[in-house]
């Protein structure tokens, strides 16, 4: 579906690139960004996760073709130290690289794993009311037996941070079902400021991971530690689970794909023409069989042969029966 242009707003867009798969997964978005918006005026910033006591091994790109192709690109490499999380909390990169962007200026964060597929400056973000991906499963709190429900997980946390909860709740679902409370993936979220997003980001992260309410003792916080603070975060500064009109992201304008045998398994053949459209370009293409997923999957066509395997019209209920299917014939790769 064609997108009208939105009024004009200029934005930073940033993903993280570190050592091995992210770092080709960002040229990937890059090219993507800039196939499928030439027109996008605002800023691609690449993080990059600097050497230091939290990190057994240089985490940062290890590759000067993948430097040069993302600057080739446009984009702009921003290091930006880790205090709290590491190689102990890969995912806390997301929160911790926020004080590194430019203060004060809106910022639209995506996970390397996701391709443009429309143009994004088109997507009416209202960048004083944050929000995130709805693209998710009931991945957290697991209630157990004898512990509290979903409600009352979810509410020490918000008590915890002196926030209301009711407010947050979507009342068009039951209660005790896991939609009813507010609960993003992570995969891309948004808003005015990155240093006030990632101060309160962090603040929250922290908290519950060294201070967690006593209803949390049996709940385990990895991987997903950055997906409990999120909520919080968003609801904290106004925003919510309906501050973006549905169908832009996550929909015709950009795909979290999460690994590439998925998405030719399930994505949409505009993304697979996205995909192997701008992966296409010698001067790129040679870059990314740095990669051996993308040189297989892509270049030696074993994405076309995961994709035989299904039928896009009635692909299998579960995520997990996808992959079992995928690795039953010996082309999962990561």
Same mark, same amino acid.
């Given at each position: 579906?064609?997108?009208?242009p939105?009024?004009?707003?200029?934005?930073?867009? /940033?993903?993280?690139?570190?050592?091995?798969?992210?770092?080709?997964?960002?040229?990937?978005?890059?090219?993507?960004?800039?196939? /499928?918006?030439?027109?996008?005026?605002?800023?691609?910033?690449?993080?990059?996760?600097?050497?230091g006591?939290?990190?057994?091994? +240089?985490?940062g790109?290890?590759?000067?073709?993948?430097?040069?192709?993302?600057?080739?690109?446009?984009?702009?490499?921003?290091?930006?130290?880790?205090?709290?999380?590491?190689?102990?909390?890969?995912?806390?990169?997301?929160?911790?690289?926020?004080?590194?962007?430019?203060?004060?200026?809106?910022?639209?964060?995506? +996970?390397?794993?996701?391709?443009?597929?429309?143009?994004?400056?088109?997507?009416?973000?209202?960048?004083?009311?944050?929000?995130?991906?709805?693209? @998710?499963?009931?991945?957290?709190?697991?209630?157990?037996?004898?512990?509290?429900?979903?409600?009352?997980?979810?509410?020490?946390?918000?008590?915890?941070?002196?926030?209301?909860?009711?407010?947050?709740? +979507?009342? !068009?679902e #039951?209660?005790?079902?896991?939609?009813?409370?507010?609960?993003?993936?992570?995969?891309?979220?948004?808003?005015?400021?990155?240093?006030?997003?990632?101060?309160?980001?962090?603040?929250?992260?922290?908290?519950?991971?060294?201070?967690?309410?006593?209803?949390? /003792?049996?709940?385990?916080?990895?991987?997903?530690?950055?997906?409990?603070?999120?909520?919080?975060?968003?609801?904290?500064?106004?925003?919510g689970?309906?501050?973006?009109?549905?169908?832009?992201?996550?929909? +015709?304008? !950009? /795909?979290?794909?999460?690994?590439? #045998?998925?998405?030719?398994?399930?994505?949409?053949?505009r993304?697979?023409?996205?995909?192997?459209?701008?992966?296409?370009?010698?001067?790129?293409?040679?870059?990314?069989?740095?990669?051996?997923?993308?040189? @297989?999957?892509?270049?030696?066509? @074993?994405?076309?042969k995961?994709?035989?395997?299904?039928?896009?019209?009635?692909?299998?209920?579960?995520?997990?029966?996808?992959?079992?299917?995928?690795?039953?014939?010996?082309?999962?790769?990561?």
């Amino acid at each position: 579906m064609a997108r009208k242009p939105s009024a004009s707003q200029t934005f930073n867009v /940033c993903v993280v690139a570190q050592h091995g798969r992210l770092t080709y997964e960002a040229l990937l978005f890059a090219a993507s960004l800039r196939h /499928c918006d030439p027109d996008f005026a605002g800023r691609l910033l690449i993080a990059e996760p600097q050497a230091g006591p939290l990190w057994p091994k +240089d985490p940062g790109i290890q590759t000067q073709d993948v430097h040069a192709a993302l600057q080739d690109l446009g984009a702009e490499i921003v290091p930006f130290d880790s205090k709290h999380f590491g190689a102990a909390y890969p995912y806390g990169n997301k929160i911790e690289m926020l004080k590194a962007l430019p203060k004060g200026e809106p910022f639209v964060f995506f +996970d390397t794993d996701t391709l443009i597929t429309g143009a994004l400056s088109t997507v009416p973000f209202d960048f004083d009311r944050p929000s995130a991906s709805l693209r @998710r499963t009931g991945t957290w709190p697991v209630p157990q037996v004898y512990g509290p429900g979903y409600a009352g997980l979810w509410k020490s946390l918000y008590d915890k941070f002196g926030l209301d909860f009711e407010s947050s709740l +979507d009342l !068009s679902e #039951p209660d005790e079902f896991w939609r009813r409370y507010l609960y993003f993936n992570a995969g891309f979220f948004y808003y005015s400021c990155p240093h006030k997003f990632g101060a309160l980001f962090e603040e929250y992260a922290l908290a519950i991971r060294d201070t967690p309410p006593v209803e949390l /003792c049996a709940q385990s916080f990895d991987p997903w530690l950055d997906q409990i603070a999120l909520p919080l975060v968003i609801h904290a500064l106004g925003g919510g689970r309906d501050t973006l009109p549905a169908g832009y992201l996550d929909g +015709d304008v !950009s /795909c979290h794909y999460r690994f590439l #045998p998925l998405l030719y398994a399930r994505e949409s053949d505009r993304v697979i023409e996205v995909l192997e459209t701008v992966s296409a370009p010698n001067k790129i293409k040679k870059v990314l069989k740095g990669s051996n997923a993308i040189k @297989r999957m892509v270049f030696q066509g @074993r994405g076309a042969k995961v994709r035989a395997l299904f039928d896009q019209d009635n692909l299998p209920r579960k995520e997990q029966m996808i992959r079992n299917q995928i690795k039953k014939n010996g082309f999962w790769m990561r």
